[in-house]
Nanobody, 122 residues
Framework: VQLVESGGGMVQPGGSLRLSCAAS????????MSWVRQAPGKGPEWVSS????????NYADSVKGRFTISRDNAKNTLYLQMNNLKPEDTALYHC????????????????WGQGTQVTVSS
């Protein structure tokens, strides 16, 4: 299993970024996927998840209405469109392969990427 994130960077508050996660080594279309972030000095925070058919997506309250998760199963790629970014969104963003799901929004993972850094600052 390999997950490689990209698309991070530094933006001003109110700006946008689009993160990508290239997946390989497994049947991407068969797994739900998540984005999880970790800010300096804090534990991991679940951000969003998308199920295999893209018909089900879930978001943390802190990003709801600003972030959009999507996937392209033909390209084995996961995305996170982030709009109206805030300083509190600053973190290392990881994509993760989901192994279990308990509704409404509890996920467990078995593989993570190395992450891509997002910094929101004026």
């Amino acid at each position: 299993v390999q997950l490689v994130e990209s698309g991070g960077g530094m933006v001003q508050p109110g700006g946008s970024l689009r993160l990508s996660c290239a997946a390989s080594g497994f049947s991407f279309a068969s797994y739900a996927m998540s984005w999880v972030r970790q800010a300096p000095g804090k534990g991991p925070e679940w951000v969003s998840s998308i199920h295999t058919s893209s018909s089900t997506t879930n978001y943390a309250d802190s990003v709801k209405g600003r972030f959009t998760i999507s996937r392209d199963n033909a390209k084995n790629t996961l995305y996170l469109q982030m709009n109206n970014l805030k300083p509190e969104d600053t973190a290392l963003y990881h994509c993760a392969r989901v192994t279990s799901y308990v509704p409404p929004d509890r996920y467990e993972y078995d593989s993570w990427g190395q992450g891509t850094q997002v910094t929101v600052s004026s």
